[in-house]
């Protein structure tokens, strides 16, 4: 029998960094984009064993764990292995092969991680934040660099995929530069979400980013379709037909990130509290997925949050979600209007969520495909009011930005502090005494090569922006 290609053409990744193990992944697709949903990833019905092993080195000379885990079909021949007894603040590397007669011998590539400081640490945690990054609106040059920089963690705010098919306005030059097919419909079903997740890491910068540091995940609306809210689709049609296929879309989300638990029924447990020692409490949250009505986080998921913001074990609390958090009025001849995807949309739930924070509150958020950054208060627009905290908004890595006013954004908004239209991600460092965050910004994104360069440094100095780069 023919033997079936090179199974690790997705690559590798580790996530969930806890500060005595990691969860790596990968997915056996020799054909990643193969159209048959029965093969998905071009693999047979049955189970591969995969081995892994842990090492000190990147060589893999200095195993300190090893095992096999086993690839089902049923959830896409993925693999999420669970490593534990690990040492805290640890840089590991890892990576997993196949002896199976489906295949020749393989070899994935070497993925690097890094395990969580244990709870009592004041080590100072370097992140990265990305988000929103269209396929078809350009390369992903952005995590290239991210990449390079080998963070601690790397955190993703959402629109990892679009779900939409082929774009209905005209292409225009410079505005859909890479072709999705096959197949470019909107995705719907399993196979149609498995396969656009293979496309976007068919991308070898996107890769690399897995492959560089472990990650923390969120999800927006585009992993299942746009504007959803909860059990609703944004369009009004049937909500069973959208249950069965939010359910598809959440199992197609796991199957290709390094996440701890798997989906059960129709939900996914995302919102979660990550902690890296003594500096920083990173409250991942979940935007989507129990919206209903003027509340964004559903009844559970707010107690959970309002009861870690109370009782904060780090100096930093730092919200991980999708959407914009500050106030953002967008001015008009009829007077000001706000988004209804946002915030904005959820004040009560937003003003509970800040009064339990009290101070020392740092929001990242995407979604808008720009950078701002923003000061926090109970009373936004006025002077007086007490600032509890900051929002760093981070630009897509490649996702076209909304054709909006953004300087009459900044000018009607005094407490939105900041805004620049590049592309890019993140980078921050958090310790004890400070929190920093930096823009990286590349120039292009429709063709390959964009330098990235730093487009401000902001730090948080008692709830307030201060602007820490040197200003030309
Ligand atoms: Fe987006």
Redesign the pocket.
């Known amino acids: 029998m023919a033997k079936l290609g090179y199974p690790f053409t997705l690559g590798v990744a580790s996530g969930e960094p806890l500060p005595d193990g990691v969860i790596l992944w990968t997915r056996l697709a020799p054909e990643p984009l193969h159209l048959d949903p029965r093969r998905p990833g071009g693999m047979p019905k049955r189970q591969v064993a995969v081995r892994w092993q842990v090492a000190e080195d990147q060589g893999l000379t200095r195993v300190v764990k090893e095992g096999t885990a086993y690839a089902e079909h049923a959830w896409a021949h993925s693999v999420h292995v669970k490593v534990e007894g690990l040492r805290p603040a640890t840089e590991y590397f890892y990576r997993f092969s196949v002896a199976d007669p489906l295949f020749e011998p393989a070899t994935s590539p070497v993925g690097r991680t890094k395990t969580a400081p244990a709870p009592d640490s004041q080590a100072p945690v370097r992140f990265a934040v990305a ?2 990054q ?1 396929y078809e609106h350009g390369h992903f040059t952005a995590y290239r660099h991210l990449a390079v920089e080998r963070p601690d963690v790397v955190f993703h705010l959402g ?1 990892y995929i679009y779900e939409a098919g082929r774009p209905a306005t005209t292409p225009q030059p410079g505005r859909y530069v890479r072709p999705l097919e096959p197949p470019a419909r909107e995705c719907t079903t399993l196979h149609d979400y498995r396969n656009r997740y293979a496309r976007y890491r068919t991308d070898p910068d996107l890769r690399a980013a897995h492959a560089a540091a472990p990650w923390i995940v969120t999800w ?1 609306d ?1 992993e299942v379709e746009d504007n959803y809210r909860g059990t609703r689709p944004a369009d009004g049609s049937d909500q069973a037909a959208f249950l069965r296929r939010r359910t598809a879309a959440y199992r197609a989300y796991y199957e290709h990130q390094p996440l701890r638990v798997r989906p059960v029924g129709d939900g996914l447990r995302m919102y979660r509290w990550r902690a890296y020692g003594t500096v920083a409490d990173f409250l991942v949250l979940d935007a989507r997925q129990y919206r209903d009505g003027a509340d964004m986080l559903g009844p559970e998921q707010e107690a959970w949050l309002l009861g870690k913001l109370r009782a904060p074990r780090a100096r930093w609390k730092v919200l991980v979600q999708p959407v914009f958090f500050a106030q953002r009025a967008f001015p008009g001849p009829g007077g000001p209007s706000f988004s209804r995807d946002a915030w904005d949309a959820y004040r009560d739930q937003r003003s509970r969520i800040m009064a339990a924070a009290g101070r020392d509150l740092v929001v990242l958020s ?2 808008v ?1 720009n950078n701002w950054a923003c000061e926090l208060s109970t009373a936004f627009g006025d002077p007086a009011a007490r600032p509890v905290g900051v929002e760093f908004v981070s630009t ?1 890595i490649t ?1 076209l930005p909304p054709s909006t006013d953004n300087h009459a954004i900044l000018a009607a908004n005094p407490h939105i502090r900041y805004f620049e239209g590049h592309r890019g991600y993140l980078t921050g460092t958090a310790t004890p005494t400070a929190f920093e965050v930096a823009y990286r910004v590349v120039d292009f994104v429709d063709r390959p090569g964009a330098p990235v360069s730093t487009a401000a440094v902001f730090g948080v100095e008692d709830g307030r922006l201060v602007r820490v780069d040197t200003m030309p």
């Open positions: 988000s929103c269209r629109d927006d585009h995407g979604d495909h897509a996702s």
